[in-house]
């Protein structure tokens, strides 16, 4: 995802209109990637690890909480992508994008915690 944002930002940015007209079709194909890694994993993957990490006892409260605070993130990121695309530009935005994917894969990497192997039942 954070590959195909940066290439997009990489494209819009480095290209000369002759290369953007021969090329058109590779910014449709560079967010049809985000899209599908998107979909393939990381947005279902966020339901399955809000489950595997949440104790048993509270687990459906809490995850009524996390999926508000989700749509509440959400709703922000959805409402600063225009204001970043007509302030800072295309590039910049890809960039962004890029760097708050980057960020989070690392803070997951550290932070989470495996849980193959261990019961759901268990708190």
Not at 55 to 70: E, L, T, V, W, Y
Not at 78 to 83: A, F
Not at 94 to 121: A, D, N, Q
């Amino acid at each position: 995802m954070a590959a195909s944002m940066f290439a997009f930002g990489i494209f819009v940015q480095f290209t000369d209109e002759v290369t953007k007209t021969q090329y058109d079709w590779a910014p449709l194909l560079l967010m049809a990637l985000v899209v599908y890694t998107a979909a393939f994993g990381i947005v279902g993957l966020t339901y399955t690890i809000i489950v595997e990490i949440l104790p048993a006892k509270i687990r459906g409260q809490a995850q009524a909480i996390c999926m508000i605070f989700m749509s509440i993130c959400v709703f922000g990121a959805l409402h600063l992508y225009p204001m970043f695309l007509y302030n800072y530009g295309l590039p910049i935005t890809m960039y962004s994008c890029t760097g708050v994917c980057i960020v989070c894969g690392i803070y997951l990497l550290i932070f989470l915690e495996e849980t193959r192997g261990k019961s759901m039942e268990l708190d």
